[in-house]
C-alpha cells in the first residue's frame, strides 16, 4: 500500500500548505482524506512525523471524526437506510440485492474501489421507505428496476 502513497505530496500539504503547524491537522488530515478517499497508513506516519507530533494524537483525531476512514474507500458511497420504516419495506432486501451485485458485504468497499456499501438506521425520510444514499443524493422507494437504474448511472 505505501507504494501508492506520495509522501513528497503529504510533505506538500503540511509544510507548504499548513506551516507544519500541529494546529492544522485536521485540515491536513481532510485533505489527504479527500486526495486518497481515505487516509492511508504512511501518509499518517508521515503527518506525525512532519508535525512532531505523537502518532497516537493523528489517530485519535483520524478515528473521532466519521468523515476519516482508515480504511480504502470507494468513489461513491452507497448508504441503505436499515431503520424500522425502511426495514419493513424492504430495506434489508435491498440491501441483500446491493451486496450481490457488488460482491461485498455491508461495511466493504469492491476491489476496484468504486463504491462502498455502509448501512445506517434512520436517514429521517422515512416516508420515502425504502431508501438509499448514493454520496449525497437521496433515493426513495427503491425496488429493483430503479435500483439497476441508479447503479447503470454510477457505471
Ligand atoms: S427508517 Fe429509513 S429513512 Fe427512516
Known amino acids: 500500500m505505501s ?12 509544510k507548504d500548505k499548513y506551516e507544519a503547524d500541529p494546529e492544522n491537522l485536521i485540515h491536513i488530515l481532510q485533505e489527504i482524506n479527500s486526495n486518497y478517499n481515505y487516509l492511508p497508513e504512511p501518509a499518517i506516519n508521515r503527518v506525525a512525523e ?3 507530533i505523537p502518532l497516537t494524537q493523528v489517530y485519535s ?10 480504511e ?24 441483500e440485492k446491493l451486496e450481490r451485485k457488488l460482491k461485498i458485504k455491508a461495511g466493504k468497499t469492491t476491489p476496484d474501489r468504486k463504491f462502498t456499501l455502509e448501512t445506517v438506521s434512520c436517514l429521517g425520510c422515512c ?8 454520496d449525497e443524493k437521496y433515493y426513495g422507494k427503491v425496488d429493483s428496476a430503479k435500483l439497476k437504474k441508479v447503479l447503470d448511472s454510477y457505471e
Open 3 to 14: 507504494g501508492e502513497v506520495d509522501l513528497k505530496q503529504i510533505d506538500n500539504i503540511v
Open 50 to 52: 512532519r508535525l512532531n
Open 61 to 70: 483525531v483520524s478515528t473521532f471524526y466519521k468523515s476519516f476512514s482508515l
Open 72 to 95: 480504502p474507500r470507494g468513489k461513491h458511497l452507497i448508504t441503505v437506510c436499515l431503520g424500522t420504516a425502511c426495514h419493513v419495506r424492504g430495506g434489508q432486501r435491498l440491501l
Open 127 to 134: 416516508a420515502l421507505a425504502p431508501v438509499m444514499v448514493v
